[in-house]
């Protein structure tokens, strides 16, 4: 599989790729990225061959592409607020050294 086509993106790899989201509910921690956590079932089952090398390559690619795809919109948003988090633990760093 070289590509998945959907119309509704989040639906689209849920049904393509329903072994993984099956897996992942088993994971140690909710929000998993399936990539290097201790205690991932997707990896687990990657490891052991329950789960095909493959397949799972296909899906990372697919959780890239959409990162990517998101609009530049969606991007400013999450900037400012990663921005924001950064200014208010300055904020409290300095006046905690007063």
């Known amino acids: 599989m070289r590509e998945v086509g959907c119309v509704d993106a989040a639906q689209g790899l849920e049904t393509t790729f329903d072994l993984i989201f099956d897996l992942s509910k088993n994971c140690k921690f909710k929000d998993c990225k399936h990539t290097s956590e ?27 592409k959409k990162h990517f795809e998101s609009t530049v919109a969606e991007r400013r948003k999450k900037d400012k607020s990663f921005g924001n988090m950064v200014k208010d633990y300055k904020n409290l760093k300095k006046n905690n050294r007063e």
């Open 38 to 64: 201790i205690g991932c079932a997707v990896l687990q089952a990657v490891d052991e061959g329950n789960l095909d090398a493959a397949l799972y390559e296909n899906y990372m690619k697919m959780g890239e």
